[in-house]
């Protein structure tokens, strides 16, 4: 009999990714896609441990699944719930212990393994957990795609952090820095592109630092993507995130000699201090970010930035956080994603003096967030009256149209046919709603 399958995605694209992979492993199993956890027979929640209200997410979801769980099982009925993801990784035993009700607390590395465990908890019921670190690399036991990713897919190509930034979690919950094979990606994102997929997002947390080896030497980024923009039907390649020290002269060059890769770049900065930057163990200066984008500006003209930023880091003080300001003043971004500090227990940052009281990290925050939204609005703003070209994913809220997403990310909608769908359109921008644009087709015909 067919069994469903739930899985609530928190946390970053890597976890996206791996959703969609544990839900390739169980489809052998019998397991399809559910709507909703109500509906399934296994829910698993793919977690993140990034700040404090991430990881507390997750006990206050078990928390509304608990009671599900027991209807269940009042009905003669089972639902068997995991915990995947950066939290299992970082609080194991303890996750089963705190909430006996669920089965399985698996890691990031460990969900090639998930079939075995479900077939365990099914076959003598009990708690399993297994967030080991193996010696095996997952990928090469991960079964291919159950379904097609769509029209903008992820890819994973990287794994892990080597950099041990003061305040993150992630080479704790996601070990080592590891690279695929370009060979496997290579393999992974021809099927994609055969399936219908146009857009695919190299995803690693420090995909620039990319170095997968094959028998004639060490693969960096950019000849990866060289290697992908060769792929038929492949119309947009893009990547995220990126360290600014991992941004090397062939990642600037492939910006300017490879059409397909999008000229938008995430690349977090987290502050515009030196002194913060140096406690962060960033390894790099303001001025160096600086530099990096004017590289890329110059490859480059019309690329635009995203970045992340921390505010409140212990120790920073009003003149640091001013020249947070300032660099972002100067450097002008589409968009940007910034958080208070969350001090994460076992990571060096969190035992500094110094710590910023809420109130003030509230308020730098707030400033902050006022001149990023006011620079995208500026840049959403300046792309009115021009033609973009649109990568049609998906239908539409209203009849008749189609939504995609501009070079830079940007949502838009525009009336089209929905033979569209997975087609590159020229769409000429007419107005700068909320969180989309709206325009019109520029052309009759599409490029594709
Ligand atoms: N590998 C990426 C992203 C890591 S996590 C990178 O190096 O940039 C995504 C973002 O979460 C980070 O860029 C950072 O801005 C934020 N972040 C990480 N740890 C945090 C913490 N302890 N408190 C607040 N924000 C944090
Ligand atoms: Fe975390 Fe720093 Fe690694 Fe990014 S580079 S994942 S912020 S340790
Ligand atoms: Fe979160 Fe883990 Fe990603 S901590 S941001 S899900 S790598």
Known sequence: MAKKLYIKTYGCQMNVYDSARMADVLAPLGYAPAAAAAEADMVILNTCHIREKAAEKVFSELGRLRPLKAQKSAAGERLILAVAGCVAQAEGAEILARAPFVDIVLGPQTYHRLGEMVAQVARAGGQVLDTEFPPEDKFDFLPEAAAPRGVSAFLSVQEGCDKFCTFCV?????????????????????????????EI???????NAYRGDTPDGGWGLARLIGALAEIDGLRRIRYTTSHPLDVDDALVAAHRDVPQLMPFLHLPVQSGADRVLAAM???HTADDYRRIVERLRRARPDIAFSSDFIVGFPGESDRDFAQTLALVRETGFAQAFSFNYSARPGTPAALLPDQVPDAVKNERLAELQALIAEQQ???NAAAIGRTLDVLFEKRGRHAGQLVGRSPYLQAVHAPAPERLIGALAPVRLTAALANSLAGELAAAETLA
């Open 377 to 379: 609005r500026a840049f």
């Open 201 to 207: 997002t190299l995803l690693g947390q420090n995909v």
């Open 281 to 283: 163990n960033r390894r």
């Open 170 to 198: 992630v080479p704790y919950t996601r070990g080592a820095e590891l690279s695929r094979p370009a060979a496997a990606i290579l393999a992974e994102a021809r099927r994609l592109a055969a399936q219908g997929t146009r």
